[in-house]
């Protein structure tokens, strides 16, 4: 069997997606592709860009990827939080696995080595041996925190949105490991409360960590 690479993702150029999502919406898809396999390879972080370093790379207005950003959510190939300023570094989580990502793989490769085209043997080879996208990515990182499972995965993404809504800061990844932290020690409803409470007394995210990581050692729910 073919050994499978899980950092590229060549084999969406030839999956139909970029027919479905039209010139503009691939381009910015695939560039941020690009960038989750450069800078993400374990896949489980946010890739964190201005939205003004995507216009440069990419040649669309700020406009043109609002709306693609809103399509890709649509459509389910990514999440996002946009900063309140464009030289901001925004937040992407590209969906990995897509779903029937194994079935649009194979289809895919199939149809590639069935056409008449006459299409390079060395990049059929290509498109065989990339899996990024198909397959959940491998952790090649023994440094990094160990896998959740899926209910604390939701219930992170729960408190990154309460964490947008209530201190609207850019959110880095050692922030996010933090609140991953919260995650595994408290419930969704104790996290709102504490994120409100320092809302109204004007305080930041650390007193509400701080009061977070006190009520957790007392009452996570089991």
């Known amino acids: 069997m073919t050994q499978l690479d899980r950092t590229s993702y060549v084999w969406l150029r030839f999956s139909g997606l970029p027919e479905q999502l039209g010139p503009e919406t691939w381009t910015l898809y695939e560039t941020l592709?690009?960038?989750?396999?450069?800078?993400?390879?374990?896949?489980?972080?946010?890739?964190?860009?201005?939205?003004?370093?995507?216009?440069?790379?990419?040649?669309?207005?700020?406009?043109?990827?609002?709306?693609?950003?809103?399509?890709?959510?649509?459509?389910?190939?990514?999440?996002?939080?946009?900063?309140?300023?464009?030289?901001?570094?925004?937040?992407?989580?590209?969906?990995?696995?897509?779903?029937?990502?194994?079935?649009?793989?194979?289809?895919?490769?199939?149809d590639l080595e069935q056409s008449q085209a006459a299409v390079p043997q060395a990049l059929v080879q290509l498109v065989r041996r990339s899996a990024r996208y198909a397959y959940p990515p491998f952790e090649r990182d023994l440094s990094l925190p160990k896998k959740m499972d899926k209910d604390?995965?939701?219930?992170?993404?729960?408190?990154?949105?309460?964490?947008?809504?209530?201190?609207?800061?850019?959110?880095?990844?050692?922030?996010?490991?933090?609140?991953?932290?919260?995650?595994?020690?408290?419930?969704v409803e104790q996290v709102r409360s504490a994120f409100e409470n320092a809302q109204k007394q004007k305080l930041g995210f650390h007193s509400a960590e701080r009061s977070l990581l006190g009520k957790g050692k007392h009452h996570v729910k089991k």
């Open 33 to 110: 592709c690009a960038l989750d396999s450069y800078l993400n390879i374990d896949g489980r972080q946010y890739v964190q860009m201005p939205v003004d370093t995507l216009k440069d790379i990419t040649g669309l207005s700020q406009a043109k990827i609002e709306k693609a950003l809103n399509r890709l959510f649509k459509k389910k190939l990514l999440r996002y939080s946009i900063a309140n300023h464009p030289l901001q570094a925004s937040l992407f989580k590209l969906t990995n696995p897509l779903d029937d990502g194994p079935k649009l793989r194979s289809e895919t490769i199939a």
């Open 152 to 187: 604390t995965e939701a219930k992170l993404q729960q408190i990154c949105d309460l964490y947008y809504n209530h201190f609207g800061q850019v959110t880095t990844i050692f922030v996010i490991d933090r609140l991953r932290n919260i995650a595994q020690r408290c419930t």
